[in-house]
């Protein structure tokens, strides 16, 4: 625990040190009637801080999630008897408290609740919190550090492609997706989790339901191999582009073999999860396999991604561009 005066007590005290003065000049009826009153009640408010019992908290914290997002903080502080305090919250680099903190409240009798963004990707804490509080005459303060840390994961963000890329990327389904299919075998209705891709839309219109062709020998789910790699200083923009390129195949029912300097994860669009946590904190470093069907390199701010060997888009500073 901290202990200070507050600025009533300061005020207290330099009107004691003054009166002190006095004493040599007036004799002990000026240090009886202002010093030791003073002195008393600096010294009961120490004691009665340094005494008051420190509250518990519970904490909730936002799912992780992408950069560039709000969540909601909750802290239920809790003691034996109500006690006012200023409650506050500490915070790792790369998130940023919007509002609701420092906080006036009534330990044991509601919860604090504040809003955090999530300005950059990586693995990111919360806490511990903070409390400060005075005693009765407001002449002393206490600050207690309560509770534990929590962590939250922040992902990169995802962003919209560059139409260039996306018709590639969609294209390039198309083809594999050809190559695949042996022969029609029949026609059933739409079950989620099922490829956009073979959505057979002139049925679907007939039957006013959603329609899905059947191949025999055709896998559920196409897998694309993406490898990436950054110079140092470039990872975030090699971890944006990646995460955007990700997010774009799962939504054409891609399942993603990423593949980083960090290692490799596979996801589908069922748990995409796991990409984005791997690119949260992976680090700079080589491209692991360059003949990979989708690479992202970046370097002096920018990200460049190639399909099947061509250059499709460069990625950066927030701006996308087809090339």
């Known amino acids: 625990m901290m202990l200070w005066p507050t600025r009533r007590g300061v005020a207290l005290l330099l009107v004691a040190v003054a009166a002190t003065g006095f004493v040599v000049h007036s004799g002990a009826r000026a240090l009886g009637a202002v010093v030791v009153p003073s002195a008393v009640a600096l010294l009961a408010g120490v004691v009665q801080v340094w005494l008051t019992p420190t509250p518990t908290v519970d904490r909730a914290v936002p799912a992780d999630g992408p950069a560039e997002r709000e969540g909601t903080v909750v802290l239920r502080f809790d003691a ?41 990707r990586g693995d990111r804490t919360l806490g511990p919190a903070t409390v400060r ?5 407001g002449l002393v303060a206490g600050r207690d550090s309560v509770g534990e840390t929590a962590r939250v994961l922040v992902y990169p963000a995802v962003r919209p492609l560059p139409p260039a890329l ?44 959603l329609i899905v062709t059947k191949y025999t020998g055709a896998r559920p789910e196409q897998t694309v191999t993406v490898a990436i790699g950054a110079a140092t200083g470039d990872a975030d923009e090699m971890a944006t582009a ?74 950066g500073n927030g701006r996308e561009a087809a090339t």
Do not use: C, M
């Open 80 to 120: 034996d008897d109500p006690l006012p305090v200023t409650a506050d919250d500490r915070h790792s680099a790369g998130l940023r408290v919007v509002d609701g903190l420092p906080a006036e409240t009534v330990v044991g009798e509601g919860p604090v609740r504040y809003r955090v963004r999530f300005e950059r």
């Open 133 to 137: 509080y005075t005693d009765a005459l």
């Open 166 to 209: 996306a018709e590639s990327l969609q294209s390039g389904l198309a083809e594999q997706s050809r190559s695949e299919r042996d022969e029609f075998d029949g026609l059933r209705e739409y079950v989620r989790g099922d490829a956009l891709r073979n959505l057979n839309w002139k049925v679907s219109a007939k039957r006013d339901d």
């Open 242 to 315: 990646a995460a955007s390129v990700v997010a774009a195949l799962h939504s054409l029912g891609a399942v993603v073999a990423l593949l980083t300097p960090d290692g490799e994860v596979e996801a589908g669009p069922s748990d995409p999860e796991a990409a984005f946590a791997h690119l949260a904190t992976v680090g700079p470093g080589a491209v692991p396999d360059r003949e990979a069907t989708v690479v992202v390199k970046a370097s002096d701010g920018t990200a460049r991604v190639s399909v099947a060997g061509e250059e499709r888009a460069n990625i």
